[in-house]
């Protein structure tokens, strides 16, 4: 039974990006079912694994709150590194490269791209065996230091990274980049509440922060294209119309979300501030 949560709430999870995202994309590369699930099939093998790893109680509203994010920011980190280091395709059709750039000027050795990988996937490990290490050293700090300290680590991540892709082509915006910290730290207060990992109450921060974020940027501002498509025509106009009946489901998926959090505080719950 748990393993079966564990895939359902993964697809779930995976679902809400692929939502999104094609809610941005499709009116710029149109919209093909097989490009819409593949976040969602992988977010629930992801969830399968997580479950099976983690042997965590899906049973409990508090766990599905800590656990949809953990597998939603592993998905987003599967995704990014396959679009930035390992996929080739026609640049051209992109505001912001998707494959790694240095300042707008696209890397275009495989090999030399796969090395930036290993690297970036060498500094990611550092940040996840750092937090593990914190959590077992003997640091004698209080709950709200400790959460004060790791809250921000993943929204820091995605900040740095957000401004070497974006900021030498749209401009460095400060707001942007104390965005994803800031609101990573407020998750994290609350997942604190719920969980004991460091690792999973950081990561899963900026899960929540990924999911908010882009949930503002796609749904509040529909026609404003996003980034990597700023200034690029509309190839599909018929998608603009189409892509309207996913969203009872993305709005299905953020009020399970809320009820997760509402019921996880009323019911039995434990952390490092419960």
């Given at each position: 039974m748990n393993y079966l949560l564990g895939l359902?709430?993964?697809?779930?999870?995976?679902?809400?990006?692929?939502?999104?995202?094609?809610?941005?994309?499709?009116?710029?590369?149109?919209?093909?079912?097989?490009?819409y699930l593949r976040s969602?099939?992988?977010?629930?093998?992801?969830?399968?694994?997580?479950?099976?790893?983690?042997?965590?109680?899906?049973?409990?509203?508090?766990?599905?709150?800590?656990?949809?994010?953990?597998?939603?920011?592993?998905?987003r980190a599967l995704m990014e590194f396959y679009k930035t280091f390992l996929?080739?395709?026609?640049?051209?059709?992109?505001?912001?490269?998707?494959?790694f750039h240095i300042f707008g000027k696209v890397v275009e050795s495989k090999s030399s791209r796969l090395w930036l990988g290993v690297a970036y996937l060498g500094g990611v490990l550092a940040v996840v065996f750092g937090l593990t290490w914190f959590q077992d050293a003997?640091?004698?700090?209080?709950?709200?230091?400790?959460?004060?300290?790791?809250?921000?680590?993943?929204?820091?991540?995605?900040?740095?990274?957000?401004?070497?892709?974006?900021?030498?082509?749209?401009?460095?915006?400060?707001?942007?980049?104390?965005?994803?910290?800031l609101m990573a730290l407020g998750y994290a207060i609350i997942l604190a509440h719920f969980s004991y990992s460091y690792?999973?109450?950081?990561?899963?921060?900026?899960?929540?922060?990924?999911?908010?974020?882009?949930?503002?940027?796609?749904?509040?501002?529909?026609?404003?294209?996003?980034?990597?498509?700023?200034?690029?025509p509309i190839v599909y106009a018929d998608m603009l119309s189409t892509r309207q009946r996913f969203v009872p489901l993305y709005v299905f998926i953020w009020v399970g979300i809320i009820i997760s959090f509402v019921l996880g505080f009323m019911g039995p719950h434990a952390g490092l501030l419960s």
């Open positions: 359902l709430i993964g697809a779930l999870a995976g679902a809400h990006a692929s939502t999104w995202g094609m809610y941005k994309d499709s009116p710029h590369e149109g919209f093909t079912w097989a490009k969602t099939w992988l977010s629930a093998v992801i969830g399968l694994l997580v479950a099976w790893w983690t042997r965590i109680d899906l049973t409990n509203f508090s766990n599905i709150a800590v656990f949809f994010a953990v597998v939603y920011v592993t998905e996929r080739t395709e026609d640049q051209s059709k992109y505001f912001i490269p998707m494959q003997h640091h004698g700090m209080s709950e709200w230091a400790v959460v004060l300290i790791i809250g921000s680590i993943g929204g820091w991540i995605s900040a740095f990274g957000g401004a070497w892709k974006d900021a030498p082509l749209e401009g460095f915006h400060i707001f942007k980049f104390f965005r994803s910290p690792l999973f109450i950081s990561m899963g921060g900026l899960g929540y922060t990924i999911a908010s974020t882009e949930t503002y940027k796609t749904f509040f501002f529909p026609s404003k294209p996003r980034g990597k498509f700023a200034g690029k």
